[in-house]
């Protein structure tokens, strides 16, 4: 069974950083792909970044583009969202998510919540203004 488990929320002042990190474990697939959500209080679940397992391409959402990066560390199947320069408006709960890899990484298909298998129990992320 696929195990998403967040880590590395907390509060932070706008324009500061922080590192989220993603550990899976349990695939049954070769390739697949690590999503990142947020999902602000009253509001919908949305699609941040994304990163293939089989070349670490990536896709990230306008909004945060140049200010997160999404990348795999040296820990096995642990996927990291370093996110800068972070707004008050970003005050929300992430979330990582998996499924299989199907199409390029760069569609933007993968931004979308929907279409994911697995999920973690996510990580409060509060910008403070």
């Known amino acids: 069974e696929v195990q998403l488990v967040e880590s590395g929320g907390g509060l932070v002042q706008a324009g500061g950083s922080l590192r989220l990190s993603c550990a899976a474990s349990?695939?049954?697939?070769?390739?697949?792909?690590i999503g990142w959500f947020r999902q602000a209080p009253g509001k919908g679940r949305v699609g941040v970044s994304a990163?293939?397992?089989?070349?670490?391409?990536?896709n990230y959402a306008d909004s945060v583009k140049g200010r997160f990066t999404v990348s795999s560390g040296n820990a096995k199947n642990t996927v990291y969202l370093q996110m800068n320069n972070l707004k008050p408006e970003e005050t929300a709960v992430y979330y990582c998510?998996?499924?299989?890899?199907?199409?390029?990484?760069?569609?933007?298909?993968?931004?979308?919540?929907?279409?994911?298998?697995?999920w973690g129990q996510g990580t409060q992320v509060t910008v403070s203004s």
């Open positions: 990163m293939s397992s089989s070349d670490g391409g990536t």
């Open positions: 349990g695939f049954t697939f070769d390739d697949y792909v």
């Open positions: 998510a998996a499924r299989p890899l199907v199409l390029p990484i760069s569609n933007t298909w993968y931004l979308n919540p929907s279409i994911y298998d697995y």
